[in-house]
């Protein structure tokens, strides 16, 4: 049972560390999308920004 035990543990360790990595080279990418939300927001000039909102969804 402990053979066993050992690799799943090792495979859901290495899935967890993927995730967090995953979860960090997002972070830049969603602060970019509020940033270019925040400023079609303010200035209005959605038409103009309207080609990066659908780059990004």
């Keep these: 049972m402990t053979q066993l035990t050992i ?3 090792r495979m859901t360790i290495s899935m967890a560390q993927m995730t967090i ?5 997002a972070i830049p990418v ?8 925040e400023i079609t927001n ?6 103009h920004f ?3 909102n659908d780059h990004f969804s």
């Design 21 to 25: 990595s995953m979860a960090q080279s």
């Design 30 to 37: 969603v602060r970019m999308t509020i940033f270019m939300e």
């Design 7 to 9: 690799p799943v543990t």
């Design 42 to 47: 303010s200035y209005g000039t959605i038409d």
């Design 50 to 52: 309207c080609g990066l």
